[in-house]
């Protein structure tokens, strides 16, 4: 059940993360494309013969601009580099600032290789003024939307909503890790309630303030309580 939850959770963070890049985009080349980015040279858009398009002359080119080589392999890229950095690990650290880290670090290693691809040819250039648009779009669309998310999601657990109530299988080493790791991250909606484990020491005594409430022959009488 944890593992099918937090998937989904993660496939949901993946898709909300690509659109934001897909819209950050759009806007950055309708910025470019009104001139409010300033003056541009070499010209405004560079086109290929292979069809490559870094711009669009109209707003119906720009809105196919979105399915086109470039658009795309940026989306992708930028995604594999979030997830390098450890953007979509199922457990991440449970302060107000480490998904604005971790997008840094997933900015800064995507800005190499694309500066690098964008040298291989010349008319592959790409406007600075279009990637530092696009940058700081990408960066703050995707760190208020989590924050957002974050503090809803806080607020929704302190409400009581949403809570799926744990039992743990062992109150050693591997299952106070499992503990440790669930309460680092509040916001996925896990409540631990106890352990079970079947070491005559740990009867009755409490583990990281939970209570050992049987063994694990026990398992269903546990439940049912």
């Not at 405004?44 to 292979?50: G, I």
């Not at 591997?174 to 079947?198: A, P, T, Y």
């Amino acid at each position: 059940m944890f593992k099918r939850h937090n998937h989904f959770f993660l496939g949901i963070q993946v898709a909300v993360d690509g659109a934001l890049i897909s819209a950050s985009w759009w806007l950055a080349s309708r910025a470019l494309d009104l001139g409010w980015l300033g003056k541009v040279r070499p010209p405004l858009y560079v086109k290929t013969e292979d069809g490559l398009i870094f711009g669009a002359l109209s707003l119906r080119q720009l809105e196919l601009e979105l399915l086109r080589s470039p658009h795309l392999v940026a989306t992708a890229l930028l995604l594999v580099c979030f997830w390098r950095v450890g953007a979509y690990k199922s457990f991440r650290n449970d302060s107000r600032f480490s998904d604005f880290w971790v997008l840094m670090k997933g900015m800064a290693s995507f800005a190499i290789p694309a500066w690098f691809i964008c040298t291989l040819r010349a008319e592959w250039w790409v406007a600075w003024q279009f990637a530092a648009c696009l940058a700081g779009l990408t960066f703050t669309s995707i760190t208020f939307f989590r924050l957002i998310e974050r503090y809803t999601l806080k607020y929704l657990r302190s409400m009581g909503y949403n809570q799926r109530h744990l039992l743990v299988v062992g109150a050693r080493r591997n299952g106070q890790e499992l503990v440790h790791k669930i309460r680092r991250c509040r916001w996925m909606g896990f409540n631990v309630v106890g352990f079970v484990d079947d070491g005559e020491d740990l009867q009755g005594r409490s583990v990281l303030g939970l209570p050992v409430l049987g063994r694990i022959a026990d398992l269903s009488s546990v439940l049912e309580t």
